[in-house]
Structure formats: C-alpha cells, structure tokens
C-alpha cells in the first residue's frame, strides 16, 4: 500500500472490480463510468474519487469512492519536503503485526454499515473493509452543493451551532448501535496518541516547523513550547473517557470544519469516520469532540465569549433527543 498498484490512481481497486461489485450487490447495470480524483493533497491514508456514469439504473450517476492506501501520506511527505518522502515512521506504524492493514479503514466500513439510516451521515452503497489483497473501498452518496472549510477559515456561531445540532442527532441515531459493534470502538483513542503525536517531544517539533513554515510566529511558537510542559495533561484525557456519568456517546474522533460539509452556510453531513490504526471514531465523552471542534472552528473573541452559550446549545439539543440524558449531562463546571 506504500508502492504504486494497477488499479485506480495507483490502488488495488481496479475499475472492473468495483463496478462489477457494485452491479452485483445492487443487481443493476452500471455503463460508462469515469472516475476523478478530487482532494489530491488532502488526507493522508486514502484517495478519494469521484465516479460519474452515463447510466446506473437505480444507483445515483455520481458517487464518492474512497479507497484506502497510504500512497497519499507518501506523495504529501514529498511534496512538503519532509525527510525526502521517508515514511518509515508511518509504516512501522501501520505495520505492527500481520493484520494491521486488515484493520486499516476498516472502523469507517463498519459505522457506515450500521448508520444507514442516520441523518447527517452520507448514504453508502459499497463498504468493503480492506481485506487480504489490500482491496477495500467505500462508496457514498455525493451531495451537490456542498463543500468543506478550510481550517483557517473561521465559522461562525451560527454555523457552530448547525454543526451541534447536526452532531446530537448524529450522537441520537448510534445510541442504538448494538452493544457488540459499540465494543469493537470502545478505546480512548486521546490516551493511545498522547505517548506518540500527543507527546511532548513531538508537539515540540511541530511548533518549531511552523516557525521554519512561518517566521513570523517565532516568538509566539517559543512562548508556546515553554509552557507546553505545564499546559500538557495526559493524565485529563484519560479522564475525559472514563469519567462519563452516562452511557457512552459517539465521538467522532477528528471533528473539524473540513470534515463537516456545509451547504449555504448550514452544516448538512459529517463524515470521515476514520480508522487509520487508531480507531478515531468511538464511543466515549463528547467533550473529547466539543474540545477539538470549538478550538480549530472557532476564532479567539467568539471562542471566548460564546463558548458557554455553544455548550449550552449542544446541552438542550442532546437533551432534546435523548431525554435520559435531562440532569446528566450539563454545563456546570
């Protein structure tokens, strides 16, 4: 999954598998299919396409396919000048054990497979967890009119707010989940990434390259990493998980603006229920979602003034929807 394939935009999954695949399970002929890359430089473990076709009788003539390989992380490294393209912190990574790559993506392929019905989350029509010959692939709706923001573009309290409200009936439809599939993506995942990209050490070395990416921020970023030995408590993330006096909720793990997509200004889906080896998607506290959310979506003066207000938004929405949840969960500090 390092190394360039023959399949589509160098993957395993050729054009013949998937559309055999996706004529078989839904018993329709697909004719003149075309795929596109979009979001070249974007993510890191997967590609994802657009596939467009003359005629799919009952499926739609557009889709998003997302197949996973890590030939994105590599070409991203490269580009960026990092290390000359080495990856071989990532692929050790990913490689511990034989069946590493068996549980690569796979997390995302079993939500979608139990969040059909859910609103907020795209349709899907193939999920395939990656199997033995490092075949795997989603295929979901594409949903005209919509579109990401970038981290740098601030949203703003009403946009926060669809986004919350979006999020509570995401949270509303996986209560129901069985018990069994809750399990499989029940791990803090905050905890397993603070001994590697929560570590000191490696924070450290991401606020000195911004400083090379951005001279500018020298000063700020020096000021950051002095404190950082004091403001860095792992030991609170492993609260965050254990400490709910709730049955636990969905978090989605990496909730942000780019992974909302937004449609004239209203958040209308989330998606991105990620694995890659750490299980990003779980059940566990929201504020482990809420916390990364209003960091990176808001700017500084709303961040401040509206923060209290925002979780009491999110507070009477989850309520609303789940009311066992009236007493439990609140504001109070």
């Not at 004529?23 to 473990?45: L, P, Y």
């Not at 390989?69 to 490294?77: A, D, I, K, Q």
């Not at 990532?90 to 059909?116: M, S």
């Not at 349709?123 to 949903?143: H, S």
């Given at each position: 999954?390092?190394?360039?394939?023959?399949?589509?935009?160098?993957?395993?999954?050729t054009?013949?598998w998937?559309?055999?695949?996706?004529?078989?399970?839904?018993?329709?002929?697909?004719?003149?299919?075309?795929?596109?890359?979009?979001?070249?430089?974007?993510?890191?473990?997967?590609?994802?396409?657009?596939?467009?076709?003359?005629?799919?009788?009952?499926?739609?003539?557009?889709?998003?396919?997302?197949?996973?390989?890590?030939?994105?992380?590599?070409?991203?490294?490269?580009?960026?000048?990092?290390?000359?393209?080495?990856?071989?912190y990532?692929?050790?990574?990913?490689?511990?054990?034989?069946?590493?790559?068996?549980?690569?993506?796979?997390?995302?392929?079993?939500?979608?497979?139990?969040?059909?019905?859910?609103?907020?989350?795209?349709?899907?029509?193939?999920?395939?967890?990656?199997?033995?010959?490092?075949?795997?692939?989603?295929?979901?709706?594409?949903?005209?009119?919509?579109?990401?923001?970038?981290?740098?573009?601030?949203?703003?309290?009403?946009?926060?707010?669809?986004?919350?409200?979006?999020?509570?009936?995401?949270?509303?439809?996986?209560?129901?989940?069985?018990?069994?599939?809750?399990?499989?993506?029940?791990?803090?995942?905050?905890?397993?990434?603070?001994?590697?990209?929560?570590?000191?050490?490696?924070?450290?070395?991401?606020?000195?390259?911004i400083?090379?990416?951005?001279?500018?921020?020298?000063?700020?970023?020096?000021?950051?990493?002095?404190?950082?030995?004091?403001?860095?408590?792992?030991?609170?993330?492993?609260?965050?998980?254990?400490?709910?006096?709730?049955?636990?909720?969905?978090?989605?793990?990496?909730?942000?603006?780019?992974?909302?997509?937004?449609?004239?200004?209203?958040?209308?889906?989330?998606?991105?229920?990620q694995?890659?080896?750490?299980?990003?998607?779980?059940?566990?506290?929201?504020?482990?979602d809420?916390?990364?959310?209003?960091?990176?979506?808001?700017?500084?003066?709303n961040?401040?003034?509206?923060?209290t207000?925002?979780?009491?938004?999110?507070?009477n929405?989850?309520?609303?929807?789940?009311?066992?949840?009236?007493?439990?969960?609140?504001?109070?500090?």
């Amino acid at each position: 999954m390092f190394e360039p394939a023959d399949g589509l935009f160098g993957t395993f999954v050729t054009e013949k598998w998937l559309v055999d695949d996706l004529s078989s399970i839904h018993h329709v002929d697909i004719s003149g299919a075309t795929f596109s890359r979009i979001g070249e430089t974007e993510g890191s473990f997967s590609r994802v396409c657009l596939m467009e076709c003359k005629n799919a009788e009952t499926l739609p003539r557009k889709m998003i396919v997302k197949i996973p390989t890590c030939l994105t992380y590599v070409e991203n490294r490269k580009r960026r000048g990092w290390t000359q393209g080495d990856y071989s912190y990532v692929k050790d990574l990913l490689k511990q054990g034989e069946r590493t790559h068996l549980q690569y993506h796979n997390t995302e392929t079993l939500f979608y497979q139990h969040a059909q019905d859910i609103p907020g989350v795209p349709r899907t029509f193939l999920c395939r967890p990656l199997a033995d010959d490092d075949r795997g692939v989603i295929c979901m709706e594409y949903m005209e009119g919509c579109r990401t923001l970038p981290v740098y573009e601030n949203i703003s309290v009403d946009q926060m707010k669809s986004a919350l409200k979006l999020y509570s009936i995401i949270q509303h439809g996986c209560h129901s989940i069985p018990d069994n599939v809750r399990g499989q993506m029940n791990r803090n995942v905050f905890q397993i990434l603070a001994g590697t990209t929560l570590s000191l050490e490696t924070l450290t070395q991401r606020f000195q390259r911004i400083s090379a990416w951005a001279p500018e921020l020298t000063l700020v970023m020096n000021d950051v990493i002095r404190i950082l030995p004091r403001i860095l408590d792992h030991s609170a993330v492993a609260r965050l998980h254990s400490s709910c006096p709730f049955r636990l909720l969905f978090v989605h793990g990496d909730l942000y603006s780019c992974n909302i997509l937004w449609r004239n200004g209203k958040a209308v889906a989330i998606i991105d229920y990620q694995l890659s080896s750490r299980k990003m998607s779980h059940f566990g506290n929201p504020v482990e979602d809420l916390l990364r959310l209003f960091c990176i979506g808001l700017g500084a003066v709303n961040r401040k003034s509206y923060t209290t207000t925002l979780l009491q938004y999110y507070c009477n929405e989850i309520t609303t929807v789940l009311p066992d949840l009236n007493g439990v969960i609140t504001v109070d500090l």
